[in-house]
């Protein structure tokens, strides 16, 4: 796991106070989607995977993603204007909206944002605060916006952050590549706010959670 300089050791990744958070794992982010995100598929598989490892281990998952309703947007006669509704991007009812197939279980939170981080435009801290989750491992579309306004603002907030450094992906631009504008994002919040490792370092972790819970279920006399 890669560590913020300042900060010495890895962050206890226990699901009794940590919640793997996915943010906008839409299909609006994707190769020559809505938002052209090249390396998007690749990081929602990564996630998929580490949502199954995570809730095997008994971890919960969390799914936020900025989605709009047609009420969002009222004319001066409180109707829903029209002009708004037919062609938001993210608009309810929209592919773009919609998370990619296989992703959400039943047992997963599901919520609303109406802007880039879900801290400042979600209800994110209260929904940690209300399950007593005070650790977010997260992944999502895109890195340097919605992921890394997120993770800011987690960190700032005193949460514990780690990002899955290959379950995110980012879009390119002003000149820099898709890639290096995901490398910069993740160097960036290594360096002042938060860690990051790999989706295998931690469905590893997650497999001998599970293990572990396997064996107290097996060794319990009721």
């Known amino acids: 796991m890669g560590n913020n300089p ?12 940590t919640v793997l958070l996915g943010v906008d794992f839409q ?14 598929l690749s990081a929602v598989n990564r996630f998929r995977d580490a ?8 971890g919960r998952v969390l799914m936020y993603r900025e989605i709009y309703y047609p009420g969002d947007y009222p004319g001066v006669d409180g109707q829903p204007i029209a002009e708004v509704v037919a062609n938001h991007p993210l608009m309810s009812g929209r592919a773009n909206a919609e998370f ?16 880039f981080s879900a ?9 940690l605060a209300e399950h007593r989750w005070d650790t977010v491992v997260m992944g999502g579309l895109t890195t340097p916006i919605c992921v890394g306004t ?4 987690l960190s700032m907030a005193g949460i514990n952050v780690v990002i899955l450094e290959d379950a995110c992906a980012s879009q390119p631009f002003d000149g820099f590549s898709a890639q ?12 002042q706010f938060g860690q990051t490792t790999t989706t295998e370092q931690f469905r590893a972790h997650a497999a001998s959670l599970a293990a572990a819970r396997r064996d ?6 009721a």
Do not use: C, I
């Open 6 to 17: 300042r900060m010495a050791e890895p962050f206890d990744l226990s699901p009794d106070h």
């Open 27 to 40: 299909q609006g982010f994707g190769d020559g989607a809505w938002e052209h995100t090249p390396d998007a």
């Open 51 to 58: 949502a199954r490892s995570w809730r095997q281990a008994g």
């Open 100 to 115: 990619y197939p296989d992703l959400v279980e039943p047992e997963d939170l599901l919520m609303r944002k109406t802007g």
């Open 119 to 127: 801290v400042v435009s979600g209800n994110l801290l209260e929904v």
């Open 150 to 153: 997120t993770a800011d603002g």
């Open 180 to 191: 290096e504008a995901h490398a910069f994002t993740l160097a960036r919040f290594r360096y």
């Open 216 to 221: 107290e279920l097996s060794t319990d006399p």
